[in-house]
């Protein structure tokens, strides 16, 4: 089993919805979790840390499920520019590695 | 600021060829990365330094050696290069446990 998995995808998403997807961690030590924002034949860029509560960043919602050890990306209102794959990235409990998914890949059509 | 750069951009080397890719950050990190992306596959670390002066195997270490030079550049040397390390690499950057700063990547290509 891969220490993080997710949904490859692609999710296709009308312009203007909202669209959810989820990503499962193995290692229940893990400490710290992101969002990490990566565009076709780019790098990789930090969406967003995702926090026990929850948090917000715009459009942005995510969630941690610590007890079934899974964690959420929600975007609301897609944009054209939103297309993208996002990575689900899980720090574990020593160090300073980071543990990447295979990524979901959103595509917001007009 | 330049964040993370790597050279080359793009390579293509023959089997049995040898190879360094260059990395350099300029945001004063302490932590440097190499990873390789696959189709499928997300980002696999190779190599990890942790601060000047030491370097760590990741999850995918073999055909791969690196070299803390200072404080800015870690550098990836693949001594003999087989097809199967035809990939993407990314370097990255960070000053803790947080957000990591990744360069633009190499394309690598082994025939």
């Known amino acids: 089993r891969k220490e993080v998995e997710q949904d490859p995808g692609p999710f296709n998403v009308p312009e203007g919805a909202t669209v959810a997807f989820n990503c499962t961690y193995s290692n229940s030590a893990s400490q710290s979790f992101f969002w990490y924002r990566q565009d076709c034949r780019k790098e990789p860029k930090l969406l967003m840390s995702?926090?026990?509560s929850g948090n917000e960043d715009g459009r942005f919602t995510a969630q941690l499920n610590r007890a079934s050890q899974y964690i959420s990306l929600l975007i609301r209102d897609s944009k054209l520019s939103d297309s993208a794959t996002y990575l689900c990235v899980v720090k574990g409990a020593a160090g300073n590695k980071l543990t990447f998914g295979g990524g979901t890949r959103v595509l917001v059509k007009p | 600021n330049a964040g993370v750069t790597q050279t080359p951009k793009f390579q293509v080397l023959k089997t049995g060829q040898s190879m360094t890719l260059q990395c350099a950050q300029d945001m004063n990190h302490n932590s440097m990365y190499w990873y390789r992306q696959d189709p499928g596959m997300g980002l696999r670390l190779i190599y990890y330094s942790a601060s000047e002066g030491t370097t760590d195997k990741g999850e995918v270490p073999n055909g791969y050696n690196v070299s803390r030079l200072n404080k800015r550049e870690f550098s990836l040397r693949l001594e003999s290069a087989a097809p199967s390390q035809t990939s993407v690499y990314f370097c990255a950057s960070a000053r803790g446990v947080n957000e990591q700063f990744f360069g633009p990547g190499t394309r690598l290509t082994v025939l």
């Open positions: 995702v926090y026990s």
